[in-house]
Every structure is written in structure tokens, then in C-alpha cells.
């Protein structure tokens, strides 16, 4: 009489690489300098398509001159490879703040597999953070990096 052998894998093992087989979108705000960027990465294994995002409050940037939420960008990526990302810049700390824009913000993020599986992600962020951060530019880094008045 044999006895059953238990998988050596745990299940979150299993899951992990169920979800490594996919792509996997998500939406990211970065901070450089004093810059907030925004970011659509696909951080999972396999290209991702018809990636859009939609925001839960209006994102005005550029130092007010831009709906950047209403971006192209947000409304569909038609691909995105493993690993890659499309990165925008959204405003300046000082002027974003200053503005009293939104701190606290979801992204609702769909995109689908080669084989046309859907998939949604839900990603919630709060801004404030960058709020207080210190950072230092020097002039010749803000000329080189930043070349835009705002």
C-alpha cells in the first residue's frame, strides 16, 4: 500500500505562478525631484492589450493647464510588452499641492491576455505622501532633466 505523497508546492506557490503566466497591468505614481510622474507598467509575464485606466476624480496637471486623466494614454494602450511601461509627467509637487488637487485617488485598470481573458485591477493611492518630501535639483540638472517652465 502506497501512501499519497503531498505536493511539495504550496498553494500560494501554485497562484504565483498561474499569475507569472499572465500579464499583469498596474498604475503607479513616481516621484523625482520634485516631479510627480505617472506610470503604466505591466509588471507580468506576457503582453498585455486594450489596457485602459479610468479615474475615480479628475487629475488636472502641468500646472493647471492639462486634464491629464482625460490622457489618450488612459483610454487604451493597445499593447504592452512584459516589463515595459508608458510614463507621463503629471506636475510639480508645489503647483500640484498649491493647486489643491486630488490626494487620494483610484485607478480602475482592464487589459487583456493574447487570448482575450479579461482582467481588472483596482489600485488605491494617496498622494499626500510626497507632500513633505525633501529633494534637492541642482541648475544644471533642472535645465538638462526639466527643460518645461511650469
Known amino acids: 500500500m502506497s501512501i499519497p505523497r503531498k505536493s511539495s508546492k504550496p498553494v500560494n506557490a501554485a497562484r504565483k505562478e498561474n499569475a507569472a503566466g499572465r500579464p499583469d497591468v498596474v498604475l503607479e505614481f513616481l516621484f523625482n525631484r520634485g516631479v510627480l510622474f505617472i ?16 479615474f475615480n476624480k479628475k487629475i488636472i496637471g502641468l500646472g493647471g493647464t492639462k486634464e491629464i486623466s482625460a490622457l489618450p494614454l488612459f483610454k487604451n494602450i493597445e499593447f504592452l510588452g512584459p516589463a515595459r511601461e ?9 503647483s500640484y499641492f498649491q493647486r489643491k488637487q486630488p490626494t487620494k485617488l483610484t485607478a480602475q485598470i482592464s487589459y487583456q491576455d493574447a487570448e482575450r481573458r479579461k482582467y481588472e485591477t483596482t489600485i488605491k493611492h494617496d498622494l499626500e505622501i510626497y507632500r513633505d518630501l525633501s529633494y534637492v535639483v541642482s541648475p544644471a540638472t533642472s535645465e538638462s532633466e526639466f527643460p518645461f517652465r511650469l
Open 39 to 54: 506610470a503604466v507598467r505591466n509588471i507580468g509575464a506576457r503582453p498585455a492589450t486594450k489596457v485602459s485606466v479610468k
Open 86 to 94: 508608458i510614463v507621463t509627467m503629471l506636475d510639480t509637487t508645489g
